[in-house]
Each structure stands twice: as structure tokens, then as C-alpha cells.
């Protein structure tokens, strides 16, 4: 298997310090169309905006003295372990930021030791990835409008021994994305969704809505989520959840755990930024069921105010889709190591040692 060259990380450009320096960077090594694909949002990117917005909103309460004998990052998730609470969010068509796609971030994945969720748009297969990376990894699924293709897509992850799947609930219709559509974006021919088949619609009578009555009888419902929890062999985590009434349901309806997430701005423009909901979601769940936080994770201290303020971990998207595009798998493996660095070096001057210490009396609350 081939893995990235760790040593290399510290011979990297005095340039590209921090996320925001390699996402100046990334615009440079991509063409305009790819760029506002990656980095363009729904409408007018409110929610983009506001999900850097909420998080320099909230302020931190250090403590100071504490000691850090056996101090660590790790966490304990669905019943295994992990070094840090750093994943790797499912981003689609990854062969289009650099020609690795995939490959490259399963290399990085497995150097940081920061899970991958493999996007069900992945332009490279579970087979293909088995024989790279030894990277732990999760699978991301959008429903299809067949519960029998989605249980067969959870069987083969399950054969590739991915330990979860994050089933996307936000987009049963792509956001409006009004800056990719100015610049024309558009998928080239040779990117393609290797697992994704979709089921075609029927043909609509003259008085049914083409939205209504065509995409959304594919969209995935409760009923569904209870079909497949009960013969899913992998624990099953629901992404893209906001409302506190959608957590608390996910629960009632036997999901092992859920991710609060705008999909970084991408899909309902103005949607409530997921750090300013999850405290809320937290006091209603029990205290052991998992939640986690993307959308618009920066910095390290993004990542503690996450923790604090009730997640388990957190899922990166565009960052490390940067370091992809400036130069593949060391790129995105510097971009881990630099957020994983800035939150090691957060919990040391917030004066927590573990991850169980940090909790929402260091928010300064008003
Ligand atoms: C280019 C791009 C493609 C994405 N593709 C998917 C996808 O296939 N499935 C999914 O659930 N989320 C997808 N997302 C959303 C991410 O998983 C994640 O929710 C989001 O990027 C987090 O926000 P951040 O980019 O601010 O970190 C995508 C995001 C981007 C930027």
C-alpha cells in the first residue's frame, strides 16, 4: 500500500500555514469552473457565510493549571477508537481537484489516522480503494429511490469493512447553486460516479408536478429509515439533520447516530448554521448518543467549540479538498495535520487534557 511520506510534511512551503492559505492556493491550481463547484454554495451563500460567522461568534472560556499528565485527543465512537475526533466528510467526484482523487485522500486519511467517508459519488470504487489504503473508512449514501440498491451498496461497504454509513438526508434535490451555474459548470465526461445508478422516474401525466410528483416519490422517507436500520449490519448515522425534532425522530427510529450539517452552505440557502442548533440537539438525546458537527470547520478552536458544545467528532469537507488540489495526497494530509495541530494546541491553552474534559462551561455565555 502506498502511504504519504510523513517527513515530507515538514519540507512544505512557508506559504501554506493555515486552511485559508491553502484554500487561496487550491483557486490557483483549479480551472474557474471546478473552483465554484468546490467552493460555491446554495443561492446567495448566506449559510456559506454564516457558518465562519457563528463560529468566531462564539467565544472561548480557558482555565488554566490543569495538569497534562496522559493528556490525549482520543475518542470513542459507535464502539471503536480513535486518535482524534477528525473525519474526513464525503465529498463527490474527487478525480476533478486532482487526478488521484480518492486514492490520494484514502493515502492521507491513513497517514493522519482520520477516518474517510466515501462518498456514494466517489469517481473511484470500494474495490479500487481496498487495495491502497488502510485507512479506516465509513460509506456515504444517497437514496436512490430503491431500498433494495441501498441495502446492497450498505452490503458491499460492509464486504470492504467500512464500520458505518452516513446516510445524506438534506438533498433529496441538489441545491440551487447559483455561482457554479454562472461559471458553467459541468461534470466532464471521463468523471464519473462509479457506485451510483440511478433509477429512472416514471413518466408524468400531463397534470403531475415534475418536481412533486417525479424526483421527491424517490426521496427517502421515515418508513424507509426504519427498513433499513432493521437489516443494515453496519450502525447507520444520518447526515444533514437541523431540526431538533429530526434528532430526536432519528433516535426514536434507531439510528446509531446522527450528523448536525448544513452540507457547507451547499443546499438550502439561509439554513440555520449547524453550531448554533447543536446544543439544543444535545440536550435532547441521550448522553451517549453520537453526534457530529460539519460545515465551515477552519481551525482548531472550531473544532473544540464542536466538542464543548456537544459533538463527538467532526467532519472536514472543503479543507482538506484544498490540500487535494494543491498537491494530492501530501496536500491533504498537511491540511489534516495543520487542523489536528491547531486543536491539540487548543485543548493546551484551554487547559482540558481529554476530550471528555471539554464541555460547554468554556463557551463564554452572555
Ligand atoms: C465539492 C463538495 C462535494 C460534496 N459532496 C458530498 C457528497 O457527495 N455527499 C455528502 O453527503 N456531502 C457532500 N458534501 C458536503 C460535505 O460532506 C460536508 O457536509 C461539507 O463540505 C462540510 O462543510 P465544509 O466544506 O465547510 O467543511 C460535499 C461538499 C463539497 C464542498
Known amino acids: 500500500m502506498n502511504t504519504v511520506p510523513l517527513a515530507a510534511l515538514d519540507h512544505i512551503p512557508p506559504h501554506l500555514q493555515t486552511i485559508a ?9 483549479l480551472n474557474a469552473a471546478t473552483w465554484a463547484n468546490l467552493e460555491g454554495a446554495a443561492g446567495d451563500e448566506y449559510s456559506l457565510n454564516n457558518n465562519r460567522t457563528a463560529f468566531a461568534n462564539i467565544q472561548l472560556l480557558p482555565r488554566h493549571l490543569n495538569s497534562f499528565n496522559d493528556a490525549n485527543t482520543q ?4 464502539g471503536k477508537h480513535y486518535p482524534h475526533p477528525i473525519f474526513l466528510a464525503p465529498v ?3 478525480q476533478l481537484f486532482h487526478t488521484q482523487g480518492e486514492i490520494a485522500t484514502a493515502q492521507a486519511a491513513a497517514a493522519l489516522k482520520a477516518p474517510m467517508i466515501l462518498s456514494h459519488l466517489s469517481t473511484t470504487s470500494m474495490a479500487t480503494l481496498d487495495q491502497v489504503s488502510s485507512a479506516p473508512k465509513w460509506f456515504q449514501l444517497y437514496w436512490q429511490g430503491s431500498r433494495e440498491a ?3 451498496l450498505i452490503f458491499q461497504a460492509q464486504h470492504y469493512a467500512y464500520q458505518a454509513i452516513v446516510l445524506t438526508v438534506d438533498a433529496p434535490h441538489m441545491g440551487i447553486r447559483d455561482r457554479e451555474r454562472r461559471a458553467y459548470f459541468q461534470l466532464p465526461a471521463h468523471i464519473q460516479a462509479v457506485h451510483h445508478h440511478p433509477v429512472s422516474t416514471a413518466t408524468l401525466k400531463d397534470n403531475q408536478h415534475a418536481l412533486f410528483d417525479g424526483l421527491m416519490q424517490q426521496a427517502a422517507t421515515w418508513e424507509d429509515i426504519a427498513w433499513l436500520v432493521q437489516r443494515s449490519p453496519l450502525p ?3 447526515k444533514g439533520i437541523l431540526h431538533p425534532a429530526d ?17 457547507g452552505g451547499r443546499v438550502l440557502d439561509t439554513a440555520v448554521s449547524p453550531i448554533q442548533v447543536l446544543s439544543t440537539i444535545r440536550k435532547i ?21 464542536a466538542l464543548a458544545l456537544g459533538a463527538n467528532a467532526v467532519l472536514i469537507g472543503r479543507p482538506y479538498i484544498y490540500g487535494l488540489a494543491v498537491a494530492g495526497a501530501l496536500g491533504a494530509a498537511h491540511s489534516i495535520k495543520l487542523l489536528k495541530e491547531e486543536f491539540e494546541v487548543s485543548m493546551a491553552l484551554m487547559g482540558t487534557s481529554s476530550i471528555e474534559q471539554i464541555n460547554n462551561s468554556y463557551i463564554y455565555q452572555k
Open 247 to 263: 434528532a430526536q425522530q432519528a433516535y426514536q427510529y434507531g439510528v446509531q447516530g446522527i450528523i448536525v450539517s448544513n452540507h
Open 150 to 152: 441501498a441495502l446492497d
Open 21 to 29: 492559505d491553502y484554500q487561496k492556493q487550491a483557486q490557483l491550481h
Open 285 to 305: 438525546l441521550p448522553h451517549d448518543f453520537p453526534i457530529l458537527l460539519d460545515s465551515g470547520i477552519r481551525r482548531g478552536t472550531d473544532i473544540f467549540k
Open 75 to 78: 475518542i470513542q465512537l459507535l
Open 92 to 94: 463527490a467526484y474527487q
Open 236 to 238: 447507520i448515522l444520518l
